[in-house]
């Protein structure tokens, strides 16, 4: 499969890393338009998707004035050769070889377009490729001085009650005495009933075996992260950053959603009626009027390079 040569790359201030498109225009759209109103040239870069890829995502990130290209590397489908959901999600360590990989990929590519301004995903997707793109961002990025590098969180990832909690507990994330609150936490049955809707509102067909497997999992996962104690935790450090943006960012927000999500057999899109419903209670959760996404600012640990990887990643323990 033909990579993706970072020296052809142009100079640019701003860099989004996604697993695949769709997931960063999802997330912060409102972001990505504000960082090309500040007069920043933007890219989107989709780390498992087919390079010269024109997707719908694609079409999306050139209407907010960013520009978009595809890495090449070969999605976690591609790679295990199945559609089996249960299996697609975890980050096995066969993994490590690809995780590698888009990490020397991104090492290359900043130095190459000089971005100041780093976006990657918290790696809350249901596939083992937002887990590996968190960690591929973190490995080349998180240690270079002069860069900001951000987290967003996935959406409709984000909006299942208690998903963005369990994730930094699973990282071990260490948050500052303010943002201790901040992850909204919640009780495993209100987490359960609602941890298949993302894939739902994505239009994927999960078979009962893989939703019954989804569901253990995510059991297993929210009982792991009860311990966990943000303020005297090891893992990365990480500051809450909102952003809030005005009815016109909402509109093209909504309209990016109504582009990505599928419709249903009436050609409704009811999906992305659904979707946009949540983003609205979410903007309000976060002090919002009309619209509002959250990332996690990586700040410098003072112990070395950061850790990237926790034991239930990786099918260990628990």
Known sequence: MERLDPSALEQYDSLFVAP?????MLACPARMQAEF???RR??????????????????????LGADYV???????????????GACLAERLPED?????????????????????????????????DHLLAYEASVRALASEPGRNLFLYEERPEAFVPGAVRTRLA???????????RVAERSGLLRHLLAVSEPGRLRGEKTPLRDSLAELSNARRRHRAARPWNPLRAFGPRLQPVVHLADEEAMRRARAIA??????????????????????????????GVYHAERLWLFLPSGDGLPEVEHPLELGRGY
Do not use: Y
């Not at 933007?42 to 890829?53: I, K």
């Not at 595809?70 to 089996?84: M, Q």
């Not at 070889?97 to 590519?109: F, K, S, V, W």
């Open 96 to 128: 490590e070889g690809i995780a590698i990989e888009a990490a020397r990929l991104l090492a290359d590519t900043v130095p190459r377009t000089q971005a100041v301004h780093i976006f990657a995903p918290l790696g809350l997707g249901a596939s083992a």
């Open 70 to 84: 595809a890495a090449g590397l070969p999605s976690v489908r591609d790679r295990r050769g199945t559609r089996n």
């Open 170 to 180: 699973l990282l071990g994330a260490r948050l500052p005495p303010e943002a201790q």
């Open 20 to 24: 695949h498109g769709d997931d960063a």
């Open 258 to 287: 109504e582009a990505l999500l599928p419709v249903d057999r009436t050609g409704r899109p009811r999906a992305a009626e659904r979707f946009n419903a949540r983003a609205s209670a979410a903007a309000k959760k976060l002090g």
């Open 42 to 63: 933007v890219l989107l870069l989709a780390l498992f998707e087919p390079v010269g890829s024109d997707t719908k995502a694609a079409r999306a990130a050139r209407s």
């Open 37 to 39: 109103e500040k007069r």
